[in-house]
């Protein structure tokens, strides 16, 4: 069929981009606008600013003597901002472009001040994975937890398109079962009973025919019996969904829910099972290093203070 | 970063094909090897074939003086099978290739007799959608369902592919959770209690202390909180995962568990918020057209007795 739906949508105007598209241009004294959060004020000039789309920021430069103090007050880290201004070559030695501002808009305050109501917990300093934990609300702001989010996705996005060019097929197996797959391990109940008051049969039993699904339900460990059902039909099949473990070990590796892919594909022994296996990582490690490498760059540096190198991939 | 991991990785070798390849292809009596299912073996001599990658069928020719009795009879409707042979111009009308049978593998037989341990109950004809509803361990080696279930894969990977391609992050938003987002349905309980035996605290009420995570737990409605604050802090992300309501409705429009999407986008307004929702049904349609064009005429003739033109893109 050759239908053809028109398609002319972007976020991004031609004035209006990420910092990730800014840092990619020439500087020319173009007028940009931008809008992310305060990363650092130092100096009442200069403002280091982010929005997400990379690990990197943005310096903008604002002259104090234009701007009414009480704007300058409000440049706090983490407040939230936009600014319109011109691309230059930065005069700096830390970065190409400097956005000299020509207007700006604080969207929303940050506080240092505990009292107040916009207060803003986390410095612009390293901070312990364990107190930002605690703050699991607020760490899609720091440079730590952008990277691996960002990470997260686009390994996610590799997996997906590695299963999809090879001609897999990705089934959405059920989350709610009344099965246990191959007894993987101890599962979550789920039930719509009132714990206060849960029905009985004539026996004295738990009567779940009264239950939502009139069974015994439970959180799945394992889509692989649905898969392996797909795959007699489908004939490439793979799951890449939430799988849960009510197993009380409080490990690094261990969680109660996470992420788990799970291939199956007819007719195929156990050299292709193999480099299917091989083939996934190979893939997904080079899709990362095209895609990921300054927040790999960052979190290499974070954890062990050395940078990778292109000799072996490892930090040096 | 310049690395390069090796990846030379196929699962199908220059012989071994999937049939949604081999229809591709221009027979000039290359020598060709398929596993599948048989849909239909007629005149003891015409073997249409599928193995799920596509919705048509591949016709195999087989020399029935050639071959073994005990294995032509074998050939029943979804027996598994494999087959070596070369690829012929088609003397049929049907179809624009055979592929002509040198040597034919049963993998696994299908029985039409219903004492048989492999007893596969759907005939070839159409089935009605109640009745595959009760074989859903087999119905995706039916036409119907084998579409939907491509269908679904491309609908996926299409909404992935959207969001990535506009510079979104897939935030993976917890799917058991002590929130109720904002109260956007009855939620499922999660628990690992002993129903037989809960723990009650000295007032007599339940003490979730005790249960796996401490709290009054239950399965999400939607991650739109959880999405709302990666926004605040990466820009723009999306929700793609299983989301669950408790609500006795059977309608063909409610569901107690499915796959949603949400974005969350920081600092665009109204107009880019619905730019972005009609960019992706947009998106999403001419993407079904690019790729599922024939498993949509399959299900519009299945549904309707009718083709969809390529004038208004609606069964005619």
């Known amino acids: 069929m050759g239908f053809y739906v028109p398609f002319f949508y972007s976020l991004n105007s031609s004035v209006m981009k990420t910092i990730k598209e800014i840092l990619q241009l020439e500087p020319t004294g173009q007028s940009i606008e931008v809008k992310g959060w305060v990363r650092t004020f130092r100096n009442n000039q200069f403002i280091a600013m982010n929005d997400g789309s990379t690990i990197h920021n943005l310096q903008a430069v604002i002259d104090f003597t234009k701007f009414d103090e009480q704007i300058l007050k409000r440049i706090t880290t983490s407040a939230a901002i936009g600014i319109k201004g011109t691309l230059q070559p930065s005069q700096g030695k830390g970065q190409k472009m400097d956005l000299v501002v020509e207007d700006i808009t604080i969207y929303g305050d940050s506080e240092a001040d505990i009292s107040k109501e916009n207060y803003y917990p986390i410095k612009p300093q390293k901070q312990s994975l364990e107190y930002l934990r605690e ?182």
């Open 135 to 316: 703050l699991a609300h607020l760490r899609f702001r720091t440079s730590t937890f952008s990277a691996v989010f960002r990470m997260r996705h686009h390994l996610s996005f590799a997996i997906h398109k590695y299963f999809n060019d090879l001609g897999f097929f990705y089934l959405h197996s059920p989350i709610i079962t009344a099965s246990d797959a191959e007894g993987a391990g101890e599962a979550f109940k789920v039930t719509n009973f009132d714990l206060n008051n849960i029905p009985r049969d004539e026996q004295g039993e738990i009567n779940f025919e009264e239950d939502f699904f009139g069974k015994n339900t439970n959180l799945t460990v394992s889509g692989q019996l649905e898969a392996e059902l797909a795959a007699m039909g489908l004939g490439k099949v793979y799951t890449f969904g939430p799988t849960f473990r009510a197993e009380n070990s409080n490990t690094t590796r261990h969680l109660a829910e996470f992420w788990m892919i799970e291939p199956e594909v007819a007719f195929v022994d156990l050299t292709d099972n193999m480099n299917l296996a091989e083939g996934l990582l190979k893939y997904c490690i080079q899709y990362m290093f095209d895609h990921c490498a300054d927040d790999l760059q960052f979190l290499a540096q974070r954890l062990t203070g050395r940078r990778i190198t292109e000799t072996n991939g490892r930090a040096q």
